[in-house]
Structure formats: structure tokens, C-alpha cells
T-cell receptor, first 112, second 110 residues
Framework: QQQVKQSPQSLIVQKGGIPIINCAYE??????FPWYQQFPGKGPALLIA?????SEKKEGRFTISFNKSAKQFSLHIMDSQPGDSATYFC???????????FGTGTRLLVSP | DAGITQSPRHKVTETGTPVTLRCHQT?????MYWYRQDPGHGLRLIHY???????DKGEVSDGYSVSRSKTEDFLLTLESATSSQTSVYFC?????????FGPGTRLLVL
């Protein structure tokens, strides 16, 4: 059972564009929502994370928007660069349970 | 890679053979995880450990077993490898809510 649904599966944008990746969850007990970035041949690495007490969080060019009532959250990459080309995973967990549920991933290509 | 190493990094094996993958960490973290990554499925949890000799199943545990006899090592065993177990396997540790991943092991079962 897929508890975190991620879309789109792949995305191509031009340099400077703003790719948006969306995730939706079902379990209302989830209270921690991280995004991971993965480059080819590497393990995923934490990019940014949010808790449901805020609606938005920014770190550099990366922003998470969170809509608790809709049970959705999204990643925006401002002024995207070719170096942002990677696979992005959203995830969710319940604090204290130490287990993450991952979305299926979005492969992003930023063209020069 | 947060002090996580995986071995081997690449392996080719034949159907029906046993395979053991090793994850080693250097910082004595309590929680360790094994995931597999497949196109269209993202990362799926196979097994995890919350201490020496304490392990539990994830969502795709069939055909896999694990052992943790020391804090620093978490072993994943495929008792009799099948072609459906061809995948990239990642080990992870958790620090608070954050999980840190190793470099992965690419396994091909012929």
C-alpha cells in the first residue's frame, strides 16, 4: 500500500525555471516530512524537511509548501540549475517510530 | 555518507545462491535499515534494527533475513537469490528523525 504518493514521475525544466514536485499522504499521524535528493550512483541525502506546524519552509533555493488539510506537500526549486538534476524523494514518518515511508521518486532534468 | 560503508558495492550472482550484503557504521548509532530501490517503487524498507540482536520486518521482507551481532554491523542475507531481487540495496542509519544513507550495493541475479 502506497502511503505517500508522489508526482510527477519525471520532470524537465530549463535553467532558471521552477520545478514543482508534489506529494500526498494518507496517514494523519505523520508529523515529519523530509525531502531527499539523490544523484546517480549515490545514496539519497536529506535536502530539507518540514513539520505540520508550519505551512512553508525555505532553505536557499529549496522551499517546502505544506497543506495539512489537504494532506499534501510540495517541493519548489527556485532558479533551478543543471546541477539540480537528480532524483527527488518525498517521505513521511511519525515521530518516535524511526521509520520513513518514501514516495516513488521524481527524476528532474534541468537543461542548460 | 555519514560514516556508512557497504560491501560489496557490486555483485553478480546466480539464481538460487545465497548472498550476504554488509553494512558497517563507525558512530554506534542504534537504528540501522536496509532498503531496496527499484524504478517506479522508490525506496522500500526490507528490515531494520533498533539494537544488537533486535530487528524487525519492513514492507518487503520476504526472501530476506538480517542479523546484527555488533552495533556497527548490519547484515542482509538473501538465502536463495531470485531474479526479482535484482536491485540496488541501501543501508541507512538514523540520527534523530534524519536518515543517512550509505553508497549502495548494486546486485544482479542472473
Amino acid at each position: 500500500q502506497q502511503q505517500v504518493k508522489q508526482s510527477p514521475q519525471s520532470l524537465i525544466v530549463q535553467k532558471g525555471g521552477i520545478p514543482i514536485i508534489n506529494c500526498a499522504y494518507e496517514n494523519t499521524a505523520f508529523d515529519y516530512f523530509p525531502w531527499y535528493q539523490q544523484f546517480p550512483g549515490k545514496g539519497p541525502a536529506l535536502l530539507i524537511a518540514i513539520r505540520p506546524d508550519v505551512s512553508e519552509k525555505k532553505e536557499g533555493r529549496f522551499t517546502i509548501s505544506f497543506n495539512k488539510s489537504a494532506k499534501q506537500f510540495s517541493l519548489h526549486i527556485m532558479d533551478s540549475q543543471p546541477g539540480d538534476s537528480a532524483t527527488y524523494f518525498c517521505a513521511a514518518s511519525v515521530t518516535g517510530f524511526q521509520k520513513l515511508v518514501f514516495g516513488t521518486g521524481t527524476r528532474l532534468l534541468v537543461s542548460p | 555518507d555519514a560514516g556508512i560503508t557497504q560491501s560489496p558495492r557490486h555483485k553478480v550472482t546466480e539464481t538460487g545462491t545465497p548472498v550476504t550484503l554488509r553494512c558497517h557504521q563507525t558512530e554506534n548509532h542504534r537504528y540501522m535499515y536496509w532498503y531496496r530501490q527499484d524504478p517506479g517503487h522508490g525506496l522500500r524498507l526490507i528490515h531494520y534494527s533498533y539494537g544488537v540482536k533486535d530487528t524487525d520486518k519492513g514492507e518487503v521482507s520476504d526472501g530476506y533475513s538480517v542479523s546484527r551481532s555488533k552495533t556497527e554491523d548490519f547484515l542482509l542475507t538473501l538465502e536463495s537469490a531470485t531474479s526479482s531481487q535484482t536491485s540496488v540495496y541501501f543501508c541507512a542509519i538514523s540520527v534523530g528523525e534524519t536518515q543517512y544513507f550509505g553508497p549502495g550495493t548494486r546486485l544482479l541475479v542472473l
